[in-house]
């Protein structure tokens, strides 16, 4: 098998409890007070980005739906306002996760940017068709923010499966 030019290496398999425990320290963060600032990058939306990148088969559009109507019921918006954008969000990060994984990190930094921007702009949408108020031009630095964090979350959430399952001298791998 050829590897993409974005790995350096071989890495273990994924834990599906780590996945679990991913999610759903990045939903805890998400739900936190921390008051209503519309340039606030979403964490839990980056997390579901790289595992339905890393994971597709594991971690879904469904997965991404429930989610989503966690964070609605959490934050009283319109029931399926982030449901449908983190569906959408989970749908094109599986839809260009072969092509984002040939690039290095920085690089798909840049490729997932239109991805948040998306999400962003439709739960946007569905916020003022029922009525709601514009949040202001902060909204365009959220998925700025969440790009920028593509690597810092890439380094952190792929660590547990860099380590060599049984070092030894004479392995390479």
Known sequence: MIMPRGSDQLLLPVNPFFIA???ALACAVTMMPLGRQPA???LLAVALVFWNVHQPRRVGVGVSFLFGLLIDVHQGA???QHALAYTLL????I????RLLWFGVFEQAVQVL???AAAHLV???????AGGMF???WLLAAPVFEALMWPLVTLVLLAPQRRAPDPDQNRPL
């Open 95 to 98: 839809a260009v996760h072969r």
């Open 78 to 80: 319109l029931l399926g």
């Open 114 to 116: 239109p991805v948040f």
């Open 90 to 93: 989970g749908y094109a990060a």
């Open 21 to 23: 425990f991913t999610l």
């Open 40 to 42: 606030m990058p979403d």
């Open 135 to 137: 949040p202001g031009w």
């Open 123 to 129: 739960s946007l949408l569905v916020r003022m068709l």
